[in-house]
């Protein structure tokens, strides 16, 4: 209940002194919107959010292989052979997806009819589980199943919002769409994803056995490779090092099959990257390492861009409220006359000003969402997410990047944090006057 | 008779580079418990100072200070100082030093809540003082809304919520016309009368200081009566 009169003084003062509130609240506002664009853009690349609900659970597994001499040769991905012996039957394994790889993303040229209206379209040649890995919610149908994959039926599920641009409006689904002038049918609508959410996002996502997908592109007559992304969604209570030791044991098939079709010695190197090592390396370490104190170290880059924007306004904060101090020295000394200590005084002027810095940290907060809708189309902001600018499509953003408890949660400790920055000394150099000089000190 | 407050010797210097002023010189007072007693002289003449020391609201140069029995050793420290004083010590200001920004029952309640009583019980004993010195109808009110009387009968109302043994008023009545003044010092002697409380009373008024029962004098930091 102390709160509630620190909240009604705070409130108060900020009544007597509207120019002083004011102000800091908008310097804050600033501080706290400056240091809320980083932590978006990094809940956009790492947080859950639609559809990738599961990213803490979710590991990508791509591989490279070098000749014995350690000379690189590349990348490559999985061919549906290797998915289907490798890890069809994980045990730490609740869901794997076999995706075409991201690099292999194309346009198609979608329309309702030939002849009417097209648009451009992006694409993602996936398995069926690729809708159980993500959380896709379907408006009108399903996903496509293991016989459209088997059969390579070219069977399409679309987005809400390219049903809205081929002007098909409700019922579209169990028609045909052109596709680069082919019918394929629409099997599922599901909602739109943010084109900022690269491992999902597309207008159109169809059987990665579809003909013009070039997830059967092999090495070398090694059937194992292929263009094949893996995903896997962990069971719960397991983890990414288990999936690991389950994969080396395909190790000595591999490497004899290499042997056996090229002649060389190879080294394979399989890549087990969790979501956040997909989107965060400020280090570049060896793309395996994705420990505990990895992840911190590398959040730590991005905490420390925040905490220096927050240090600069601070130290401006710093000097409004060392003014407001002086101009409460004399009620300081009424409350140390009547009993209170320094350290609970200290204690109470930290708290109400953390009403005024949480004002501001709202505006801060709705500042943020504002700034990164207004520049979601530019070309710097989406290269942060690994995409290019679209002239024709507005990138879509979706409440879930920008209004949740973890986001809530940031904003407040940068709010505390700033506030302690601002607050804290002006208010121990007050408190440490004299009471008898802090009583007879004119307002 | 109990002394419940005992100085001895006590000195206050102030110093600043260029000189040096003597503000009180070797006092010795012994004030009794539930005695109400008046301190009187000119201006400049030591008796704020002499009643902040006796608050522990300032150090003297030297000297022994006892309040309640308990010697007031020089090296206790800022949090025991405050400790005490909310237990034993409540305070009137001539200017009331009421916090603008709280509403009367906010200001009164103060004290306790620094004591670390509980909301509900803070809020019903600052009910009663209210109501004892007549402002149950401006508990939602802030000091600007208040009359000077009113805002001097908060300020008591305060002094008197923690239940203080001791209560020091530094010219209480120095602020208000004399129907308002009288009307405070009524409300010191019913508190002192009726409750038995101890209270230390600067004052210019020689009128009000007659109605006390004891007056010593100051002038120039020395005790002259």
């Given at each position: ?5 620190y909240?009604?003084?705070a409130?108060?003062m900020?009544?007597e ?6 102000i800091?609240?908008?310097?804050t ?8 664009v980083v932590?978006?853009?990094l809940h956009?690349?790492m947080g ?9 659970r ?8 070098t000749?014995?001499?350690?000379e690189?040769?590349?990348y490559s ?8 012996e490798m890890f ?5 394994a ?9 690099e292999?993303i194309?346009?198609?040229?979608a ?7 097209e ?30 994959l ?16 081929l002007?098909?409006g409700s019922?579209?689904?169990?028609k045909?769409i052109?596709l680069?002038?082919l019918p394929?049918?629409?099997v599922?609508i599901?909602k739109e ?5 690269r ?11 579809v003909?013009d997908?070039?997830?059967?592109w ?9 263009g094949l ?6 069971k719960?209570?397991y983890t990414?090092e288990?999936?690991m ?11 004899s099959?290499?042997?056996?079709t090229?002649g ?8 087990v990257?969790?979501h956040w090592?997909k989107?965060?390396?400020f280090f ?5 390492d994705a420990?505990?104190t990895?992840?911190?170290a590398n959040l730590?880059m991005?905490a ?6 927050l240090?600069?306004?601070?130290i401006n904060?710093?000097g409004m409220v060392?003014n ?11 409350r ?6 320094k ?6 002027v930290?708290q109400?000003n953390?009403?005024?810095t949480l ?6 907060y709705?500042?943020s ?9 530019s ?5 942060m997410?690994?995409?290019e600018?679209d002239?024709v499509?507005?990138?879509s953003l979706?409440l879930d ?8 949660l940031?904003?407040f400790?940068?709010?505390a944090v700033?506030?302690l920055m ?6 121990w150099?007050?408190l440490k ?8 000190q004119?307002k | 008779?109990?002394?419940i407050?005992?100085l001895?010797?006590i000195n ?6 260029e000189i040096?002023t ?9 004030v ?14 030591g008796k ?5 020391i006796m608050g ?16 007031i ?5 800022d949090?025991r ?12 200001f ?6 603008s ?9 103060l004290p306790?809540m620094?004591?670390?009583?509980g909301?509900?019980?803070r ?5 009663e ?11 939602k ?7 000077g009387?009113?805002c001097q ?5 305060r002094?008197?919520i ?5 209560i020091?008023?530094?010219?209480p009545t120095?602020?208000?016309?004399s ?9 010191l002697k019913?508190?002192n009368e009726?409750d038995g ?5 600067v004052t210019?008024?020689e009128?009000?200081a007659?109605?006390t029962?004891?007056?010593i004098?100051?002038l120039?930091?020395?005790q002259i009566?």
């Amino acid at each position: 209940m102390k709160v509630l009169i620190y909240i009604r003084q705070a409130l108060a003062m900020m009544k007597e002194d509207k120019q002083f509130s004011a102000i800091y609240i908008a310097g804050t506002a600033v501080a706290i919107a400056s240091a809320m664009v980083v932590a978006l853009v990094l809940h956009i690349r790492m947080g859950n959010i639609y559809p990738e609900v599961n990213r803490d659970r979710t590991i990508y597994v791509g591989s490279n292989f070098t000749r014995s001499d350690g000379e690189y040769i590349g990348y490559s991905g999985y061919s549906p052979q290797a998915v289907e012996e490798m890890f069809s039957k994980l045990e730490c394994a609740e869901v794997v997806s076999a995706v075409m790889n991201n690099e292999y993303i194309y346009r198609f040229t979608a329309c309702k009819e030939v002849g009417k209206q097209e648009v451009q379209v992006t694409t993602k040649f996936t398995d069926p589980n690729f809708f159980r890995l993500y959380e896709f919610k379907f408006l009108e149908g399903k996903p496509y199943n293991e016989e459209n994959l088997k059969n390579a039926d070219r069977c399409v599920v679309i987005t809400d919002a390219l049903a809205k641009k081929l002007q098909a409006g409700s019922g579209l689904v169990g028609k045909t769409i052109q596709l680069n002038y082919l019918p394929y049918r629409v099997v599922g609508i599901v909602k739109e994803v943010s084109p900022l959410l690269r491992e999902t996002s597309a207008d159109i996502y169809m059987p990665y056995t579809v003909e013009d997908s070039r997830a059967h592109w092999y090495v070398e007559n090694v059937t194992y490779a292929g263009g094949l992304e893996v995903r896997v969604l962990l069971k719960k209570g397991y983890t990414r090092e288990m999936l690991m030791d389950e994969l080396e044991s395909y190790r000595p098939k591999y490497l004899s099959m290499l042997k056996s079709t090229t002649g060389e010695d190879w080294n394979w190197y399989i890549q087990v990257r969790p979501h956040w090592r997909k989107t965060l390396n400020f280090f570049g370490e060896e793309v395996n390492d994705a420990s505990m104190t990895d992840l911190l170290a590398n959040l730590s880059m991005p905490a420390l861009l925040m905490l220096l924007l927050l240090l600069l306004p601070a130290i401006n904060l710093s000097g409004m409220v060392s003014n407001q101090m002086e101009a409460r020295v004399a009620e300081m000394g009424i409350r140390k006359a009547f009993g209170a200590k320094k350290r609970v005084l200290l204690n109470e002027v930290i708290q109400e000003n953390l009403v005024l810095t949480l004002c501001g940290g709202v505006a801060g907060y709705l500042l943020s969402w504002l700034f990164i809708t207004a520049v979601r189309n530019s070309t710097l902001f989406l290269s942060m997410f690994g995409r290019e600018y679209d002239p024709v499509n507005s990138v879509s953003l979706q409440l879930d990047m920008f209004f949740t408890p973890t986001l809530f949660l940031i904003a407040f400790v940068c709010c505390a944090v700033l506030n302690l920055m601002a607050a804290l000394i002006p208010a121990w150099t007050s408190l440490k006057k004299p009471i008898v000089e802090s009583l007879n000190q004119k307002k | 008779m109990e002394t419940i407050i005992k100085l001895t010797g006590i000195n206050k210097v102030y110093r600043t580079e260029e000189i040096e002023t003597q503000a009180l010189e070797n006092v010795n007072i012994d004030v009794q418990k539930g005695e109400f007693l008046s301190v009187m002289g000119p201006s400049g003449c030591g008796k704020s100072t002499l009643l902040n020391i006796m608050g522990l609201l300032d150090e003297p140069t030297s000297g022994e200070i006892e309040l309640c029995g308990t010697k007031i050793d020089k090296n206790l420290s800022d949090e025991r100082l405050a400790e005490f004083r909310n237990r034993t010590l409540g305070f009137v200001f001539q200017s009331f030093h009421l916090i603008s920004s709280l509403n009367v029952i906010d200001n009164v309640q103060l004290p306790l809540m620094y004591r670390g009583v509980g909301y509900s019980e803070r809020i019903k004993r600052a009910k009663e003082v209210i109501e004892r010195v007549g402002l149950s109808h401006r508990m939602k009110h802030t000091p600007v809304q208040l009359s000077g009387g009113q805002c001097q009968r908060v300020a008591i109302a305060r002094a008197i919520i923690g239940n203080p043994e001791i209560i020091l008023a530094d010219e209480p009545t120095g602020n208000l016309d004399s129907k308002m003044g009288a009307d405070i010092l009524g409300l010191l002697k019913q508190l002192n009368e009726e409750d038995g409380r101890t209270i230390v009373m600067v004052t210019h008024n020689e009128q009000q200081a007659l109605q006390t029962k004891r007056i010593i004098k100051f002038l120039d930091g020395r005790q002259i009566m």
